[in-house]
Each structure stands twice: as C-alpha cells, then as structure tokens.
C-alpha cells in the first residue's frame, strides 16, 4: 500500500510541473511583438511588388493608320494581325515528300505545344492528316511570335492565318514543290517502266 501512496504524491509533484506553460514551451522564451510598428523602416520592396496588382497592358496603345485607301491589301492585313485581340486558329502544311503516319503527325504537334507553353504562348496543336497541324492560340497579339516560331522549325513548311499564307523567303507555294514531286514520281515510273 505504501508504493501506492508514494507513487501518488509523486504524480502530485509532477502534475504541476507538467501543466505549466513553460514545461509545454520546453522552456523556451516567448517573443512578445509590439502593434507599434511607426519607428519601423521597410525599404526592402522590390519592383515586382510594386507593380503587382496594377492593370498590365499588353502593349502601350499604337492607333491604327487612318488612310486605308493608299494601303495594299497585305498592308492592311499586316495592321490588322498587330492589333487582333482573342483567339486566333491557322493551319501550318508540313514539309512535302516525307512519309508519316498519324503518330508521328500527332508526336510534331505534341513537342510544338510543350515548346510553346515553356515560352509562355499558349498555343494548342493538333494533326488534321498526314501533312496538316491545326493550331489555337490563345492570344492573338502573339501570332507574330508563332509565325516566326513555326517558320523555324524543320518540318514546317508554310502558316496559314486566315487567307494569309508564310513561307520561309525564298520558298516557292507548296503547290509548285507538289508539282515537282508527282513529276519526279512520274520520271520514276517511266524509268521502271523502260528496265
């Protein structure tokens, strides 16, 4: 009976011990921090917190021209793609005389997207067929952007924004390099043809 009671008076003397808030903080001091801030100097802002919250432009504000009537129509187009806002969706026609299939059409249009999104254009592609990538851009004061993206890359062969078509400078329509392929195929038949 007596370890009974010595073990109870000593949980009486720990008791205390244990539910005081300084045995819950391990000890440790608190830090106690005034309201009276005004003496405090921050001059550590820097420019990205400065301009955070405010309304961001995508460009600064550049009118279009007034006199329409001595502009080419390509002019004019041109003036129109600076300015368009929204959405905008082309075609880009993949180099000719290259055989794919459907996966690799779709693997093209994967890679363009992912390089794409890590340059912040957010721009979507998808195979039409063997010889056709539809994209989407979200933004269309980035068309210019994707133009010379697009234009740069190898299996590209020309862009179609509407009823504008890009090509590489010096490259002739796709039409004509179609014309020379089936006539180079046909100088092939005929010479398996002769043997």
Known sequence: MKSYQSILILLLMI???????NAVDGGK??????????D???????????EWGKKKSSQEFDPAPSDFDKMELSQIQEEIMKRH???????????????RDKNMVAEIALKWTQLLRTGALGVKFMGIDLGTIMFNVEDGHKVLELKEFILNQD????????????RRAGDPPIEVVAEKL?????NEEHVKEEL
Request: aromatic share 8%.
């Open 29 to 38: 001091r608190k830090i106690h921090i005034t309201d009276d801030l005004d």
């Open 182 to 186: 089936r006539q180079s195929k046909k």
């Open 85 to 99: 806002t929204g959405p905008a969706f082309g075609f880009v026609k993949l180099r000719l005389g290259i055989r």
């Open 15 to 21: 008791l205390p011990l244990l539910l005081s808030p």
């Open 40 to 50: 405090v100097v921050d001059d550590e802002e820097d420019e990205a917190w400065k």
């Open 155 to 166: 299996e590209a062969y020309e862009i179609k924004i509407g009823d504008k078509v890009y």
